[in-house]
């Protein structure tokens, strides 16, 4: 960043001047805790563009520490019908998820937990910096007719999984 601050404590005030615009109206100290060796940074409205490496330093201890910061948003995960195979009894799933950061990927799983064959997952990164993804799956409609679509982001660990239960004849 330049300027590289994203908050500066200076003589028992802040100076918002120093600050990089992205930072402006969105960090702040806990000034309650100041007294008691606090100095926790606290970023508001966290964006994904937020995530890396953030240095603390202390001049007049000499004294610094680094952290990194890791975003995840809580994404939305729907399975739909896509469509059936009249000339047979399968059907055309799809999941769709919304709302992730990082990119995930996408599994699906039969009733038994065992990983379907799924088409390529399409991918979309929108102006927020969040992903879409989809995946379509075709399925036999067997006795095993429940489906899961499993949509996971392995370095922040967090997993969203949909159930679809196919029922009554495929016709």
Do not use: M
């Amino acid at each position: 960043l330049d300027p590289s601050y994203v908050y500066v404590w200076w003589d028992k005030e802040e100076l918002e001047s120093s600050k990089h615009p992205a930072y402006k109206g969105r960090t702040s100290l806990l000034l309650n805790k100041l007294e008691f060796g606090d100095v926790s940074l606290k970023i508001s409205k966290v964006k994904p563009s937020d995530k890396g490496k953030y240095r603390c330093f202390i001049p007049t201890l000499g004294r610094g520490s680094t952290v990194e910061l890791v975003v995840g948003i809580d994404p939305i995960t729907v399975i739909s019908l896509a469509g059936l195979d009249r000339s047979s009894s399968s059907v055309v799933l799809q999941c769709k998820s919304a709302g992730w950061y990082p990119e995930p990927e996408v599994l699906w799983l039969d009733g038994k937990g065992n990983h379907l064959s799924a088409g390529p997952t399409e991918t979309v990164r929108g102006a927020d910096e969040l992903y879409t993804v989809s995946s379509r799956v075709t399925v036999e409609k067997k006795h095993s007719n429940k489906f899961t679509c499993r949509v996971q982001q392995k370095n922040i660990k967090q997993t969203r999984e949909a159930l679809i239960h196919v029922t009554g004849p495929v016709q």
